[in-house]
């Protein structure tokens, strides 16, 4: 067993904490602004491809960074310090397009995105499709050699940016859900709405609607029918960054709330010395090393492989785990500020708006937790609370 990081994570990571320095600058203009101004994209496009951590998922040998999981989440750590969600800013294309792309569909889409010429956005949500996609509405019907695409998809991420969508929908008339590629200037396509939401983000996250939206039998991803499937890849893959993000975003409000801790004094000593903020401290530091910990090892266990159920749950426990965390740590930070903490130009303030949406995306923390609890009753528990390999006491349970 091995805990410390070896020469080459700490190069990466250290080389992370570089570009999240930089991405920092745009913290204020992102906030000011409600998102960044098109011509802070294009500074920052050139210094995430001078970083050379595009795409960083995909295989060095189509030009992304090709890191394992325990590097992506040393990485994406340090990029959850950011506020106003610039992570979003070093960009990486969908586990799905990644691994289910035909060669045709990687030159048109993919490879591009690895070279940020093109940018997707995950078309999923619905109005009345959040957490149980059984309700899902749109609909593909075939015409001609393609498909006509209905419907209206709600929050969709980088929908400012993004030219083009992966697009969730019923192929009739068997209702088989089914992933389509959807150019964004795709005729049919239309913007609905830009909402205002609790964080100001890098980019927007807006309404479409698809109004008989013509794509070709080119535009499947994957099999007609599997669109469920690609779902649930991409969401894992999400739900881990999302798990690494809130890490780091609870170390960046904790260390901003303990530098002023140490500096204010009220009631005739430094904060520090008042035993309730040294609760608050202590409960801090132990969500982040405790979270830390376990975000690391099932990123080590995603790149050893096992069973995908069993790291689906441990990917949901970490999700749950790591977010919720963070939303205690923000909250404490802010209390330790003091009115101070209330403003929006102090970054512990803007951690506390962000993290609040990680319980609630990519499946929200009570699907998660039915998640974790499904597993427990089919496999049982030795594989979520045992490191791999280890083997449990016949006499501890009647695990199966
Ligand atoms: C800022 C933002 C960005 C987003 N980006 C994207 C994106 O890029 N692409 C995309 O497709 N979607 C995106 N989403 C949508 C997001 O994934 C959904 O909001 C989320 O899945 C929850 O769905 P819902 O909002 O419809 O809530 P609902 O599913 O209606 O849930 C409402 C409440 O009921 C609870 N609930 C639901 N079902 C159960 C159950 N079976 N048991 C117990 N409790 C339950 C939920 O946990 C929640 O508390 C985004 C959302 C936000 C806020």
Do not use: C
Not at 41 to 65: C, H, Q, T, Y
Not at 110 to 139: Q, Y
Not at 306 to 324: H, W
Not at 351 to 366: A, K, L, N
């Amino acid at each position: 067993m091995e805990f410390s990081y070896s020469a080459d994570l700490v190069g990466l990571k250290a080389r992370a904490r570089e570009l999240a320095k930089k991405l920092t600058a745009y913290e204020d203009e992102s906030e000011r602004e409600g998102g960044l101004l098109p011509s802070s994209r294009e500074e920052i496009k050139r210094i995430v491809l001078d970083s050379g951590f595009n795409a960083m998922n995909a295989p060095v040998a189509w030009g992304g960074a090709g890191l394992s999981w325990i590097q992506q989440v040393v990485v994406e750590e340090e990029f959850g310090r950011l506020t106003n969600g610039l992570w979003a800013a070093v960009w990486r294309p969908t586990a799905a397009a990644l691994t289910r792309s035909t060669p045709e569909q990687r030159e048109r889409y993919v490879l591009p995105e690895i070279r940020g010429e093109r940018f997707g956005g995950r078309a999923i949500t619905e109005p009345e499709a959040g957490s149980d996609l059984r309700r899902l509405a749109t609909t593909a019907v075939r015409s001609g050699r393609g498909y006509r695409i209905t419907g209206e998809k709600w929050f969709v991420t980088l929908g400012d940016i993004a030219d083009y969508f992966l697009v969730l929908a019923l192929v009739q008339p068997d209702n088989a859900p089914t992933m389509f590629l959807v150019d964004r200037d795709a005729p049919g396509v239309e913007l609905l709405d830009m909402p205002h939401y609790t964080h100001n983000f890098a980019y927007a996250h807006p309404n479409f609607s698809f109004t008989d939206v013509e794509v070709g039998e080119d535009a499947v991803l994957g099999e007609v029918g599997e669109g469920f499937r690609l779902t649930q890849e991409t969401f894992f893959e999400e739900r881990v960054l999302v798990a690494a993000h809130a890490v780091g975003a609870a170390e960046r409000a904790l260390s901003h709330a303990t530098d002023w801790a140490r500096e204010r004094e009220q009631g005739g000593d430094r904060i520090i010395r008042h035993q309730l903020i040294q609760a608050m401290l202590a409960d801090s530091v132990i969500d982040i090393a405790v979270n830390r910990t376990f975000v690391h090892q099932l990123a080590w266990d995603i790149d050893q492989g096992g069973d995908p159920r069993t790291l689906n749950a441990k990917v949901a426990m970490a999700k749950i785990s790591a977010t919720e965390a963070a939303g205690r740590v923000a909250d404490r930070a802010v209390q330790i500020f003091g009115g101070r903490g209330y403003l929006r130009s102090n970054p512990v303030e803007r951690v506390y708006r962000d993290v609040r949406v990680d319980r609630i995306w990519m499946g929200t923390s009570e699907i998660q937790r039915i998640m974790v609890a499904n597993e427990i009753d089919k496999r049982g528990l030795s594989g979520l609370v045992h490191f791999s390999g280890a083997a449990e006491p016949a006499s501890m349970g009647a695990d199966r």
